[in-house]
């Protein structure tokens, strides 16, 4: 497992990926569980396995394909990644975060970022969109800080703030196309777990208590690192279950991918607004 890695290794990465493709995009996508089919609506891909970049690490997990998809969506180059790397396979919080690095070496100035989320606030329902309007770092809260080990100054500071990590702008950017589309949009918070297991139903108590609305097992040590180094962050959950709060109902990875077919959808629709509002 890797502690830390080196500006040099991160740019071994970055110039990897420059010699596979000629776009230079300012916007980057991260795909979770069951959202890959976005990918395939990517025009003229540049298709890079993450096993052919050096020191990156490879996605284990169903329903990731672990690649990146370089390419033009909505007229707008961008830099997809077809899936995305969990701390709970093993990898360091280092790896977990190398492919964020990466992208701020290549001069992406803009994360939008995914995930499936079981849905907390009792009001979601599987197939919702939730804004994450903030999030609550309990992998950090117990001592898994992406940001712990040597600071790079060169990219961002020792201490950065956190108080606004989902841009306010791209968010009401969101918020519009949403209204204009008649869009049924949730807004909430998402706590960060490390899984694989799932929450406990005392778990989920407890994060409902501490006011959390969807609960994951990713995404906030990547929305670190971006703030980390400057980048703008819109975040966006897919509600794939209900919050099992009294332990009457089992919740499998199956119903997550099978969610994802209905979020996607939706999911496609709002990203596609914020590229052409991005132009």
């Keep these: 497992m890797i502690a830390h890695f080196s500006l040099e290794q991160i740019d071994e990465a970055v110039d990897a990926i420059r010699a596979r493709t000629s776009r230079r ?3 980057s996508i991260i795909l979770g569980s069951g959202l890959n089919g976005l990918a395939e609506s990517v025009q003229q891909p540049d298709l890079i396995p993450f096993g052919e970049l050096p020191n990156f690490p490879v996605s284990t997990v169903l329903g990731h394909a672990g690649r990146l998809v370089i ?11 077809q899936g995305r790397i969990h701390f ?9 975060t190398l ?5 701020q070496r290549f001069g992406i100035e803009i994360l939008i970022v995914t995930n499936a989320a079981g849905g907390i606030n009792p009001a979601f329902m599987p197939g919702d969109v939730m804004l994450i309007t903030d999030s609550l770092n309990l992998i950090g809260m117990t001592g898994q800080n992406p940001l712990i080990g040597p600071n790079f100054d060169e990219i961002g500071p020792r201490f950065p703030d956190m108080s606004q990590a989902y841009d306010r702008a791209l968010c009401d950017t969101v918020r519009t196309i949403a209204e204009n589309e008649n869009f049924p949009l949730r807004e909430g918070v998402y706590a960060g777990l490390s899984g694989p297991s799932f929450e406990s ?3 989920l108590r ?7 609305d969807a609960v994951g097992m990713s995404t906030v040590p990547e929305v670190i690192i971006a703030r980390h180094g400057g980048m703008r962050v819109l975040g966006l959950s897919g509600i794939s279950n209900k919050a099992n709060l009294d332990g009457s109902v089992v919740t499998t990875h199956e119903e997550v991918m099978e969610a994802g077919k209905r979020i996607t959808p939706k999911m496609e629709k709002l990203i596609r607004g914020v590229l052409r509002k991005l132009q």
């Design 25 to 27: 995009p300012r916007v």
């Design 201 to 203: 139903p005392a778990d």
């Design 206 to 212: 407890f994060l409902h208590l501490v006011g959390a």
């Design 71 to 81: 390419g033009v969506l909505e007229g707008q180059p961008v830099f997809v990644m």
């Design 88 to 96: 709970y396979e093993g990898y360091s919080m280092a790896q977990v």
């Design 99 to 103: 492919p964020v690095r990466v992208m």
